[in-house]
């Protein structure tokens, strides 16, 4: 057990590492989406009925047996935009992603008691793997008061939290997956996934935008084709994460082209997602810019801001997630416009990383750089 | 393992751990089709459509509610349900909006076919009443009669190449008196 363990977390930590600074630009980008586009919103349950709890029978919802009393999820809101806040700015960094991860939890458990659970669960395994991985170590208030460090190695922490996450990532697909793999890849030309995923969506849930309609008159052999694709791509996670630093990161960009062909064609967002993924693109690029007093002032105030907006609109009962949105619908609409956007950049950088001298160096490895003690690997200028 | 102290990134124990957190789930949702919350499980989605002499055949939900007229309207689910997000309508249906008076909840184990069941959390008839009176409030909103919510489930055949609908049949239709 012990040779696989060694073996495993080598070779993971092979395929994710990124310098540790790089995780204090990440988390600003995290925090950032998150304030604009995808902000904790657990309030809109308070006014729910309580004739419509139906919560999974393995769940906090299932024990508790009941929506929470008001305003009890409202107040769980504002302690998690706090906390995501806190998170974003780097002030007790730790501990406020802990904070998130506990809110997005509670909240969970109660806004997918509607008989339907939404698959975000990425994000607060995310969240979870950078409070271990320390991110707040860079461009954070924490930094303030700590020594002074470079920030060019991949510390133990930082490869840690990565290679959990990335564990995390590949199991994920896989479980999506593997049922594909059993219920498109059939041999049967008549039948398709694909398509039923586009009429549900189209006929049940109005999703009609960008180029579904596209998709209907397409060859039946373009369309197993895609079915055979879809599962074969889900399954392949672990595969790319144990080959090497470039496999990893080019499944990563496919996979984010595969999620913008979502967004086109099912009308489905992922940019929350996506962005999760910039956690194994090394960032450092952007040290500069963010050395800048105008940039820092302009994103602490963007941050404040935006928590601000949304805990005003939750105590005035607006509908989004989404920073000056008050429907529901309208914040569904605006992430789909940013969620191309999104995969677009994020796909663009994983590929440029796969192919980054320190990828190719990496990739020419053989034996993991770094898998014991307390050691680190150094990245160089041009990484 | 790379030269060193042989100290791995991460422990056996939470190795072993981690599985479990990861495994236990899913495999629970692959043999029960029941999704324990949280799971660190992506959406699957394994059905099909099938095409069968250039015709393709697929399921739908609609709601309708009654104008001042008496006439069934169809109604835009977006609308009706916000802030509900509307894919969780399929959901809501099968529970006819929390209206329906459920049996316990049972998970049956595949192709073994052991079963646990476990009681539904308790709904009151005040609670189900609530649970009418704000169905009634929501179709009011869209323009319609407090009296009733109808959910048909409709079968659409649709021309494979351009996806242009050639028929329309209720399959199934649940009045909610609300």
């Known amino acids: ?383 | 393992m790379s030269a060193g102290t042989g100290r791995p990134l991460v422990g056996a124990r939470l190795t072993i751990v981690l599985a479990v957190v990861l495994l236990v789930p899913f495999g629970f949702k692959l043999a029960t089709d029941t999704e324990p919350y949280p799971a660190l499980v992506f959406p699957a989605g394994p059905g099909v459509v099938t095409t069968r002499d250039g015709i393709v055949q697929y399921d739908a939900l609609e709601l309708y509610g009654a104008d001042a007229s008496g006439e069934l309207q169809q109604i835009d689910p977006v609308q009706f349900l916000e802030p509900i997000p509307t894919h969780y309508l399929r959901d809501l249906a099968d529970s006819e909006f929390g209206t329906l008076e459920g049996d316990d909840l049972t998970v049956r184990v595949r192709r073994i076919g052991w079963t646990l069941s476990l009681p539904r959390p308790p709904v009151s008839d005040a609670d189900r009443e609530a649970t009418r009176s704000w169905l009634g409030d929501r179709l009011e909103a869209v323009g319609l009669e407090r009296d009733e919510l109808v959910v048909r489930r409709v079968r659409i055949a649709a021309d494979a190449d351009d996806g242009t609908e050639i028929s329309r049949e209720t399959i199934e239709e649940t009045v909610i008196d609300v």
């Open chain 1, 1 to 383: 057990m012990s040779d696989f363990t060694a073996w495993y977390w080598g070779r993971v930590a092979s395929a994710v590492r990124v310098p540790d600074a790089s995780l204090g630009v990440f988390r600003w980008i995290v925090g950032l989406y998150l304030l604009l586009f995808s902000a904790p919103h657990f309030a809109w349950v308070d006014d729910m009925p309580r004739g419509l709890f139906d919560p999974p029978i393995i769940s906090l919802g299932y024990v508790v047996g009941r929506f929470p009393p008001a305003p009890a999820l409202l107040l769980l809101d504002v302690v998690a935009i706090c906390a995501l806040l806190a998170m974003t700015v780097g002030w007790k960094t730790r501990a406020s992603t802990i904070m998130l991860v506990a809110c997005r939890l509670i909240g969970g458990s109660f806004i997918y008691s509607f008989g339907k659970i939404d698959h975000d669960i990425l994000l607060t395994a995310l969240l979870l793997c950078m409070a271990l991985a320390d991110w707040g170590r860079f461009y954070s208030l924490d930094a303030q008061h700590r020594p002074t460090e470079r920030g060019e190695e991949s510390s133990r922490r930082t490869q840690q939290g990565l290679a959990l996450f990335a564990t995390a990532v590949a199991f994920g697909f896989l479980t999506a997956g593997l049922p594909k793999l059993f219920g498109w890849v059939d041999g049967n030309l008549e039948t398709s996934g694909v398509l039923r995923w586009l009429y549900n969506g189209r006929e049940s849930l109005g999703r009609d935008q960008f180029f579904g309609g596209a998709v209907s008159g397409a060859p039946a052999l373009l369309l197993e084709s895609a079915d055979y694709t879809t599962a074969l791509l889900e399954i392949a996670g672990f595969a790319a994460l144990l080959w090497s630093y470039r496999s990893w990161r080019v499944f990563l960009a496919i996979v984010t082209l595969f999620h913008l062909a979502n967004i086109l064609i099912l009308n489905i967002s992922f940019g929350a997602q996506v962005v999760t993924y910039l956690a194994f693109v090394n960032l450092c690029f952007l040290r500069p810019a963010m050395q800048r007093t105008w940039l820092k002032i302009s994103a602490v105030t963007l941050a404040v801001l935006a928590a601000a907006w949304h805990i005003v609109a939750r105590i005035g009962n607006f509908e989004s997630q989404t920073v000056l949105v008050s429907t529901f619908e309208r914040h569904r609409e605006i992430t789909l416009y940013v969620g191309i956007g999104v995969c677009a950049v994020v796909a663009a950088l994983l590929f440029r990383d796969a192919w980054s001298r320190s990828g190719s160096a990496q990739t020419a490895d053989t034996e993991p750089a770094v898998s014991s003690g307390e050691s680190s690997v150094r990245y160089s200028a041009e990484s």
